[in-house]
């Protein structure tokens, strides 16, 4: 079995990650996050991962869309919006997935994020092309940058050749093992999310409540894992801090009456910024 697990009991395990803001920073202090995804039919799950990245404090945050581009974002008009085709990784963190799809441009454009050499987050799409692809899944292992993938049990086992079922039977042993097997960080979702590390390190999240199953809670939890690495923290406070965070931010919207019937991801990413300021 595994040869550590610890239980995420307090944000002890991240806090050493949490910098408070010098009075000289400025925006490119707090790095850039570009989110991949927006394929047609898709464009909410895009926006929410980028709100989720401009609302914990990234200093640039980019919308990049497969399909038609908004011009903006009307909420959040901080937000860049561009076509995937155009948009430049330079230096940014790359959050990639988010309702991208999995037709032939966004394979493409997802093979491009992937010979950056910028670290990654790969959610949703982004995990499903992998998955179809033996190539591609040795390209994550093998990328020069920290990746940190954000599966549900359907993507995870889809990752692993698998059943839901049989990844729900030993969730710890499915994260382990895929961390392994992609030389990533895991964040294997869902009540009681695992983060695995490929040297067998294991986390168990107690937050988080099932106020969070509803559409687009995912996509938060993959902006904010972009967030906090364009911040500097390191990938795996970066990963167990974004799991901890996003399901104490759920808890404390259940406490105060707004769910855990309804509870929307628009309202689960103000949270998360109240929370993560609590702590800096
Ligand atoms: N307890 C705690 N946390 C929960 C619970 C629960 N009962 N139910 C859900 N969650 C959390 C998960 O841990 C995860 O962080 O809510 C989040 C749900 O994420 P996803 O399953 O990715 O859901 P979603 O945001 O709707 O994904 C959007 O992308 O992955 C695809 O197929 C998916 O179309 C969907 C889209
Ligand atoms: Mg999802």
Redesign the pocket.
Known sequence: FPPTTMQLSAPTLFTNAIRRRSQASHKGTYGEVVVLGGGDGMTG?VLLAARAALLAGAGKTFAAFVGTVPSHDALHPELMCRSAATVDYGTSVIVAGPGLGQSDPARGHLLQALNTDRPLVLD?DALNLIAAEPDLKARVARHPAPVILTP?PL?AARLMGSTAGTVQADRLHAAMTLARDCNAIVVL???G?IIARPDGQLAINPT???A??S?????V?AGLCGALLAQGWPAWEAATGAVWL??HAADVLVKNGHGPVGLTASELLLQVRRELNRLV
């Open positions: 799950a949703a549900h993507e979702k869902g009540s999310t988080g409540n099932p969070l199953a559409g687009g809670t995912g996509d939890l996003h399901g």
